[in-house]
């Protein structure tokens, strides 16, 4: 069943554990990750991003396919349908409109106010039709974060952010990047730690690929509730199709390709899985 993130986190919270956020960037994908996680017994966010949505072919598409998916397949857990970092409030009302259960406004590039009052129009737009909100103040990093202009999210301005704009959970920037981290990954535990207690709203870890297994359990720790990975698994993913193409170089049919993928892919969802929310068990 679709629903939104907001009692999933609340639980996560309270008992001490995260929601996996894996992307789905194809229908194979999206089987897979609903495969492995119901197996796992384990709630799951299927994020996807605006440019993903127009591959897909729209955010109607996507909430069929979602939909006919968790059907076909009998899937028994609770799956959120989630917008990730939409940038303005007309990608957020399409998707809200279309189905889905949970979106993610990122203005984290404007400056405060304005991060705030567009933010607070998607959150005002949602609130009425049970989706829930995410929301990013800070910069992050991407793949290429040997060189980048990187703002730690402010204690005080994080929870005058998250007051105002009526969020249900923050995405902050804490010193880690989308990607593969290059180097020595500076996640600022301290200050995740303080903001959990200061924002009273479920926390948000973007860039989780890369990150060793400790920091990840530290996190969750400190009081992250969601967890986004996607670089991990399209990384399993393509290293696979590569190998299986070099054994198989008369390899045309794109469903043996595709597919060739799938073990793989699944072996990190079920280990992430189990990094993140061991606790997380239907």
């Known amino acids: 069943m679709i629903v939104n993130s907001k ?16 992307n789905i960037n ?11 996680c119901s197996e796992d017994k384990s709630p799951v966010i299927l994020a996807v991003t605006p440019s993903s949505i127009n591959y897909f072919g729209g955010y109607q598409v996507v909430v069929n396919m979602v939909s006919s998916l968790i059907n076909t397949l009998d899937i028994k857990i609770p799956v959120v349908l989630h917008l990730d970092h939409a940038n303005d409030f007309l990608s957020c009302k399409k998707a809200i409109d279309a189905g889905f259960t949970s979106v993610m406004i990122d203005a984290s590039q404007m400056d405060f106010e304005e991060n705030v009052k567009v933010t607070s129009e998607v959150v005002n737009y949602a609130k009425n039709k049970d989706v829930s909100v995410e929301a990013e103040l800070g910069s992050l990093g991407d793949d290429d974060n040997s060189s980048f202009s990187y703002a730690y999210s402010d204690l005080e301005q994080s929870r005058e952010f998250v007051f105002r704009t009526g969020i249900d959970s923050f995405a902050p920037a804490i010193g880690n990047v989308h990607g593969f981290y290059k180097g020595n990954e500076k996640i ?6 303080a903001l959990c ?13 890369g990150l060793d297994d400790n920091k990840l359990r530290t996190a969750v720790f400190c009081g992250v509730t969601k967890v986004n990975i996607n670089t991990d698994l399209m990384y399993a993913w393509s290293s696979e199709i590569k190998r299986f193409l070099k054994n198989n ?8 390709i595709i597919s060739s993928g799938e073990f793989a892919i699944k072996k990190v969802i079920h280990y992430k899985n189990n990094i993140i929310g061991s606790k997380n068990k239907l």
């Open 197 to 209: 207690k200061s924002v009273r709203v479920p926390l948000v870890l973007h860039g989780a690929s």
């Open 249 to 256: 170089k008369e390899a045309y049919d794109p469903r043996k």
């Open 26 to 36: 194809n229908l194979e994908w999206t089987k897979y990750i609903l495969e492995a």
């Open 7 to 22: 009692k999933l986190f609340l639980s996560a919270l309270k008992d001490g554990y995260a929601i996996p956020a894996y």
């Open 188 to 193: 600022d535990f301290e200050l995740l730690g």
